[in-house]
């Protein structure tokens, strides 16, 4: 019995492990493949990624600069609010709201954005705070 138990554990850790590693490669392949402009491809492994763990800003975060990058401008910002939500803190993603907010005209929102991020530590968020909300 304690043979059984130790090998569902050991299998248990070891499958937990080998879709943490598939998470962390596919991520880490599309932001590579963003920064290489590869948009789609971006995507699709971005979008494996997630499937895997949805419950990680980063990955949000990057889906959110692939549809930035595709000027989708209404997926990213959802994508960016989503990494906001899974890590209050993720200053990247807090600053990104702010950006596309600011695009869309929404001065309320991109001032209350830029105004959390730059309480985040994000010295370009204080620099557009003080420039257009006070």
Same mark, same amino acid.
């Given at each position: 019995?304690?043979?059984?138990?130790?090998l569902l554990i050991l299998t248990y850790c070891f499958t937990s492990y080998s879709q943490t590693n598939t998470f962390e490669?596919?991520?880490?392949?599309?932001?590579?493949?963003?920064?290489n402009k590869e948009y789609n491809k971006a995507l699709i492994k971005i979008n494996e990624a997630i499937k895997l763990?949805?419950?990680?800003?980063?990955?949000?975060? $990057?889906?959110?600069?692939?549809?930035? #990058?595709? /000027?989708?401008?209404?997926?990213?910002?959802?994508?960016?609010?989503?990494?906001?939500k899974i890590n209050p803190k993720h200053k990247d993603a807090t600053s990104k709201c702010a950006i596309i907010y600011g695009k869309q005209k929404d001065m309320p929102n991109f001032c209350k954005y830029?105004?959390?991020? $730059?309480?985040?530590?994000?010295?370009? #968020?204080? /620099?557009?705070?003080?420039?257009?909300?006070?």
């Open positions: 019995m304690k043979k059984i138990i130790l490669k596919l991520k880490n392949e599309a932001f590579e493949l963003l920064i763990n949805s419950n990680n800003a980063d990955a949000f975060y $990057c889906r959110g600069n692939i549809n930035e #990058a595709k /000027n989708l401008l209404s997926s990213a910002l959802s994508d960016y609010l989503k990494a906001t830029s105004k959390k991020a $730059c309480e985040l530590g994000s010295d370009d #968020a204080c /620099n557009m705070n003080n420039r257009f909300c006070n």
